[in-house]
């Protein structure tokens, strides 16, 4: 299995609601990440598990709560949000391959926050 | 200030034409990813270059390195409508603690016309 997958594909949710994303992936990567994408803008790294710790937190908003509960999943838990979260959301993970780091991209969540 | 610059940020070019995108960067660096998007779909690796000198291909593209420049190019020779994308370069510069941050260019739109 060479891919990250992610579900849902699409999430429409009010500002009220509370949902969660969700990114599996079984490469035995060590490493994974949440990302947002806005139109026509590069990824803006949010978060970056490292062997099921929080290693990296880019001073998100505690609307995100990210939960990595072991090695092959990754969630991302949406409560209350904002309208100028609507983006793509992305999950990528990476493994230490030769001294580097080379990250693999989900198929992305688009939320839209009405 | 830590940035990465690429231009153009838009091409737009004919089929069977040579061109080239530059990504220029602020600091020093010895990894240097280019990624591909294609419209609301995710990131796709292309290259990852890790030394001075470095030049990778695949098909009509091909990645370069000069990190004494700090400047990495991705030429693509006779060009074909499909590889129309936005193209990303990202570097993880040498200073930073973490290997997992990487600093992203804006983007370069690709559009090749039949």
């Known amino acids: 299995d060479t891919e990250v997958t992610q579900t849902p594909k699409h999430l429409v949710m009010g500002m009220t609601n509370k949902k969660s994303l969700k990114c599996e992936q079984h490469m035995g990567h060590r490493a994974m990440y949440w990302y947002k994408q806005k139109a026509k803008k590069p990824p803006e790294l949010m978060f970056v598990y490292s062997y099921e710790k929080l290693s990296i937190n880019e001073s998100v908003p505690s609307r995100f709560s990210p939960e990595c509960p072991n090695s092959s999943l990754l969630n991302l838990h949406l409560h209350a949000l904002q309208p100028e979260d609507s983006a793509l959301y992305l999950c990528?993970?990476?493994?230490?391959?030769?001294?580097?780091?080379?990250?693999?991209f989900g198929p992305g969540t688009r939320l839209t926050v009405t | 200030e830590l940035k990465v610059e690429q231009n153009p940020l838009f091409l737009s070019m004919q089929e069977e034409k040579n061109y080239t995108i530059y990504c220029n960067y602020s600091t020093t660096s010895d990894r240097l990813y280019w990624y591909r998007q294609d419209p609301g779909k995710s990131l796709e690796s292309l290259f990852v270059?890790?030394?001075n000198g470095a030049v990778k291909q695949e098909g009509r593209l091909m990645a370069s390195l000069d990190t004494k420049a700090r400047l990495s190019t991705l030429h693509i020779t006779a060009a074909v409508h499909d590889l129309s994308a936005t193209y990303f370069c990202a570097v993880r510069p040498n200073a930073m603690d973490s290997n997992y941050q990487l600093i992203w260019g804006a983007g370069t739109k690709l559009i090749i016309k039949p």
């Open positions: 990528a993970s990476s493994h230490r391959t030769g001294g580097y780091y080379e990250q693999y």
């Open positions: 270059l890790l030394s």
